[in-house]
């Protein structure tokens, strides 16, 4: 796992062509807007997260975002316990994102 600034992160993911953006907040934070294209897993549905996340392709390189960067340090912890390369935290989560956001 490495941790990125906002800046870092938004950079970074802008020249990835093998990116994919994870959140990992709840069903209820996602509804008060999310970064665009990004996949929700639930990191609180426990097992359920670990199943979810174990038919992601290792191949891919990983964004990972939550409110403040807590949940997301912790999903790229599991990842990387289950054989993803590339896990990507977003120093701040949610809060201090000033890139892009989308709401449903």
Same mark, same amino acid.
């Given at each position: 796992m490495k941790e990125l600034s =906002? !800046? *870092?992160w938004q950079s970074q993911l802008e020249? +990835?062509?093998?990116a994919v953006i %994870? +959140? $990992?907040?709840t069903q209820e934070e996602v509804e008060d807007g999310y970064i665009p294209t990004a996949k929700n897993l639930d990191i609180y549905k426990g097992q359920e997260f670990v199943n979810e $996340? !174990?038919? %992601?392709?290792? *191949?891919?390189n990983y #964004?990972? #975002? @939550?409110?403040?960067g807590k949940r997301?340090? =912790?999903? @790229?912890?599991i990842l990387d316990q $289950?054989?993803?390369?590339n896990t990507y935290n977003l120093k701040g989560g949610f809060m201090e994102w000033e890139g892009e956001k989308?709401? +449903?």
């Open positions: =906002q !800046e *870092d020249k +990835d062509e093998n %994870l +959140d $990992v907040r $996340v !174990e038919k %992601l392709d290792k *191949d891919k #964004y990972i #975002y @939550c409110r403040s997301s340090a =912790q999903a @790229c912890t $289950v054989g993803f390369a989308a709401e +449903d």
